[in-house]
């Protein structure tokens, strides 16, 4: 744990060897790091995040989004979700989703490689 300059309370997990207090967070901000979970780990870690939150928390999630397929780009692992299986994977972890968009903004879906999400528990 560490303490950031504005002075709140940071914690660096890795994914998939989590360790959090249940109810203790206000938000969980993952971007561009839960496209690293292998998809038969995602449903675990997802509801580990929903846990970790306080009632009405927020998770904000940034992914590059995909087809639905996973595996090695190089020396990266990901997995490249799609809005409607994304949106199943938070859902069933028992988030409630507040708000979803494509980045960078302003340009054609094709040129939007990013897909970012608000959720509440």
């Excluded at 203790?24 to 292998?38: E, I, K, Q, T, Y």
Aim: aromatic letters at 14%; one cysteine or more; glycine letters at 8%.
């Amino acid at each position: 744990m560490a303490r950031a300059d504005s002075g709140c309370e940071v914690w660096q997990q890795d994914f998939l060897a989590l360790d959090l207090p249940p109810e203790r967070f206000d938000g969980v901000f993952a971007n561009a790091s839960l496209f690293h979970v292998p998809r038969a780990e995602l449903p675990r870690v997802l509801r580990q995040l929903h846990a970790t939150l306080r009632p009405g928390g927020v998770l904000f999630a940034s992914n590059p989004r995909g087809d639905n397929r996973e595996g090695w780009s190089g020396e990266r692992y990901g997995a490249w979700h799609d809005w409607e299986r994304w949106r199943d994977y938070l859902t069933a972890a028992g988030f409630t989703e507040l708000e979803h968009y494509y980045r960078p903004e302003g340009l054609p879906r094709e040129q939007q490689p990013w897909l970012a999400s608000v959720w509440r528990r």
